[in-house]
């Protein structure tokens, strides 16, 4: 069916090219949301149109932004307002949810990577066996981790004796990190650990659980999330308001409103 914004046509080739930047579990549903977008996209031009308003210059494009763009950001600036968040809502936002500003844990670990591609059966049966064999000398005498990480790891941090030195959660992949929040200080991880880079024997070193921070360290954290968030309803509301007033034809809006 024809989509219609106010009697201006979105055509099925703009629709198409649109899906792409909105996955889904269907193609359907993709481009129902792609259509959405589009509409909201349009209905923005036609206000900035009707307001006549000129784009203003962005310091962060250097001239490079798009002029559509351009025109939908200077009516959300000058179209959505919001209040800076006072100190006393900055305050009230962290103490409801203190564990949110918190330093991260921090971590201290050494491993003996054998490495795999992921997409190598055989050399990942190989690395895993390789793996299996360390740990069963590192039962026996444990104090041979950092020899046999020099010996054996494809990691750089083999020169270290397979330490990794400090480092949090958000630096190494999931599939490490799972092993380290499961192990005790001191402890071999029984098995080897599967990643994307090979087999890992891990010994968990130390960790140190983060600490609340001072409501001043991250007050202006808070103060940009409120700002944000509230900055985000307003534009939904006001994108609400203009759907509301308009003629769309080919696309249910609903979910919009």
């Not at 600036?77 to 919001?82: I, L």
């Not at 990794?164 to 001191?186: C, H, N, R, S, W």
């Not at 402890?187 to 090979?198: A, K, N, Q, R, S």
Request: hydrophobic share 40%; glycine share 6%; proline share 7%.
């Amino acid at each position: 069916m024809t989509i219609l914004v106010n009697g201006i046509e979105i055509g099925e080739a703009a629709v198409a090219r649109e899906v792409q930047y909105h996955p889904a579990p269907s193609l359907g549903e993709a481009r129902q949301l792609a259509a959405r977008a589009l509409v909201v996209r349009e209905l923005l031009l036609q206000e900035a149109h009707r307001l006549a308003l000129a784009p203003s210059a962005s310091d962060e494009d250097e001239g490079q932004e798009d002029p559509e763009d351009a025109m939908v950001r200077t009516l959300l600036e000058r179209a959505v307002t919001v209040p800076e968040p006072d100190e006393t809502r900055c305050r009230e936002a962290f103490e409801r949810h203190p564990e949110r500003y918190r330093s991260p844990d921090l971590y201290e670990a050494a491993h003996i990577l054998f490495p795999a591609p992921a997409t190598d059966a055989a050399a990942r049966e190989a690395a895993r066996r390789s793996a299996l064999e360390t740990l069963d000398l590192l039962r026996a005498a444990p104090q041979r981790f950092a020899e046999l990480a020099r010996e054996c790891s494809a990691c750089p941090s083999a020169a270290e004796g397979g330490s990794l030195g400090q480092f949090t959660a958000d630096q190494m992949v999931p599939e490490f990190m799972t092993v380290l929040d499961a192990i005790k200080p001191g402890d071999l991880c029984p098995e080897p650990t599967p990643t994307p880079f090979g087999y890992h024997v891990i010994r968990l070193d130390h960790r140190e659980a983060g600490r609340t921070l001072p409501f001043e360290r991250v007050r202006d954290n808070i103060s940009v999330e409120l700002y944000d968030r509230e900055w985000r309803q307003a534009v939904h509301c006001f994108i609400g308001q203009l759907v509301g007033r308009a003629r769309i034809e080919g696309v249910e809006m609903a979910a919009v409103q």
